[in-house]
């Protein structure tokens, strides 16, 4: 059946399982907008204020549900606004496609209306991307594309398509997922490429099992490929089996259980003393799904010094990248550490456990009265919301106090921005999770400098009715940079202090949301009762001391146990 471009783009979606695109029309998409008025029992679209807020919203529907997520994006600077989310998705792995329309082929190179080069931009921060000028080719480069973005190691593929393809008719012929790659173009395409994680080397699987069987003071990280693969019952099965205290990376939250009695807390710059001691003292130090950033080894040539190291990555390019390591493994976490878990045999470690659990696996904060601590906020939501609550973090110091409070239990769970530390990610990935998971509980956790970045977002909260509680950690500062400062930079406190507008009560309630301010605990906790109830957004500003640190704290490029502040 011969259909128009905008029709075959909507059709191949459908194939996909896309059942949400988040996007903002404009000019060269406009034929997509047109054929997408048909489709809003199949298609549901979620108007956002921005671009930005559209991709961000796509990133958090992925990470909240392990399925790919779409944005739709017109082209020039609709199209450029959606870069900050495209690189934040790639340097966390996140499936995502986004699809952008240009200005028509024979416009293309001529500095045009609202052109500009997309493919071009985003080539960095894109697993593939593609410029579409022919008909006949769109319905294999949809295909394609999501294709690669869930397979492998996860991450954003950008179709661009020339206008004048939108609206010029071909042959469609419905494809079940199922048969993609059996025939055709995208058949020889997906012969030439393997979109299926390596099988791991069973010889290496048997090194591993045999080191593991000699160690006697074993640690786990656990990474963001952990919950990029869903691997969390076979991590806690592995675990417990070779009875290995945990430390979890950022992007690991969630992928082991924050409760579980083997878990040390987070690891690195911000990470529990009983992290990072366990890590200078390890014999044998695995990392599954972990890349070691510089958050995490900040100093490469000491990290684990006392360990053989070994890492576990779908990644090939990941291994040996920043860390040197004794013995690695590529394949997708689930499939290794089933493999593992099969081979080794049970151990008990009891005397290395006391030693690790003889430190702290997370920050006490001081209570003063009269004031509001980080510690009293996030303990309230963790007492008052369900168990299983969705949490979307911006950057900065709450982010960390966020990481270092919580429990998270499942991937999917927690949803920040790791590897690029994007202001302005979290309200944008809380909508995602909140359209996906209308039952759940959503939580978005921000600073005010942060909150800053997107809050134009809280419009799409408000019309759409999705009942996101945003938390306002409010310290009048750019928190984190003036800890560094303070720490750092003499107090030499240049353009960090936030003392100006808006007021974020009377903001949300122009955006028609209720707001709170509130500067004790049982106030807080009042206004979460209500946020709990009420089934509509609100904004809860919570006033903290302008000096509250995030505590520990390892400085950039120190040994991981050299804490400048416990």
């Not at 500095?111 to 931009?121: P, R």
Request: glycine share 10%; net charge negative.
């Amino acid at each position: 059946m011969k259909m128009t471009g905008a029709r075959i783009l909507l059709e191949c979606l459908l194939e996909q399982g896309v059942d949400t695109v988040f996007g903002y029309p404009g000019g060269t998409i406009l034929n997509v907008y047109d054929e997408l008025y048909g489709f809003g029992d199949r298609i549901r679209h979620v108007l956002t204020a921005h671009e930005q807020g559209a991709c961000h919203a796509a990133d958090g529907y992925a990470r909240s549900t392990g399925k790919v997520g779409v944005c739709f994006a017109t082209s020039g600077p609709g199209a450029t606004n959606l870069v900050t989310g495209i690189a934040t998705a790639y340097l966390d792995s996140s499936p995502i496609v986004c699809i952008t329309c240009n200005v028509s082929a024979p416009l293309i190179g001529k500095d045009s209306f609202q052109e500009v080069d997309i493919t071009g931009v985003t080539m960095p921060i894109t697993k593939c991307n593609y410029l579409v000028r022919d008909v006949n080719a769109l319905a294999d480069t949809v295909r394609e594309a999501f294709a690669i973005a869930r397979s492998g190691r996860p991450g954003p593929v950008l179709i661009d398509i020339v206008k004048n393809v939108t609206a010029e008719r071909a042959e469609y012929e419905p494809l079940a997922r199922r048969e993609h790659g059996t025939s055709g173009r995208l058949g020889e395409l997906m012969s030439r490429y393997d979109f299926k994680p390596p099988e791991p080397d069973m010889d290496d699987i048997r090194k591993l099992a045999a080191m593991i069987k000699e160690s006697k003071r074993p640690l786990l990280i656990c990474g963001g490929g952990v919950v990029r693969s869903r691997a969390d019952r076979e991590f806690k099965a592995f675990a417990h089996k070779i009875d290995a205290p945990v430390a979890i990376t950022l992007m690991g939250a969630g992928g082991f259980e924050g409760r579980d009695p083997l878990t040390t807390g987070m690891i690195g710059m911000h990470g529990s003393q009983a992290s990072n001691i366990a890590v200078d003292l390890c014999d044998l130090l695995i990392a599954v799904g972990c890349r070691f950033s510089d958050r995490v080894a900040l100093k490469p040539d000491t990290f684990a010094r006392n360990a053989k190291i070994v890492q576990i990555d779908i990644d090939r390019a990941e291994i040996n990248k920043n860390v040197e390591t004794d013995h690695h493994i590529i394949g997708d976490a689930k499939r290794v550490l089933s493999l593992l878990t099969e081979l080794v045999p049970e151990q008990i470690h009891d005397p290395w456990k006391k030693e690790v659990f003889s430190h702290p696996t997370e920050t006490h904060y001081d209570e003063r009265e009269g004031t509001l601590t980080p510690g009293q906020v996030l303990t309230t939501i963790a007492r008052l919301c369900p168990q299983d609550t969705i949490v979307s973090t911006d950057v900065g110091q709450h982010q960390m106090w966020a990481i270092q409070h919580f429990h998270f239990d499942y991937p999917g769970q927690l949803l920040t921005s790791g590897g690029f530390g994007t202001m302005g990610f979290g309200l944008g990935a809380a909508i995602g999770a909140q359209v996906s998971h209308p039952d759940k509980t959503v939580v978005h956790i921000t600073g005010d400098g942060s909150f800053r970045m997107n809050l134009n977002e809280l419009a799409t909260e408000q019309y759409y009715r999705l009942p996101i509680i945003n938390v306002i950690f409010n310290n009048g500062t750019l928190g984190m940079v003036r800890q560094w400062q303070n720490l750092i930079y003499q107090q030499h406190y240049s353009q960090t202090t936030l003392d100006r507008a808006p007021d974020f009560v009377k903001l949300a309630e122009a955006f028609g949301l209720s707001g709170f301010r509130v500067t004790d605990v049982t106030q807080f906790a009042e206004a979460l009762k209500y946020a709990l109830k009420c089934k509509h957004g609100c904004v809860i500003d919570c006033a903290i001391n302008i000096d509250e640190m995030v505590r520990p704290m390892v400085g950039g490029g120190e040994h991981i146990t050299n804490f400048m502040i416990n």
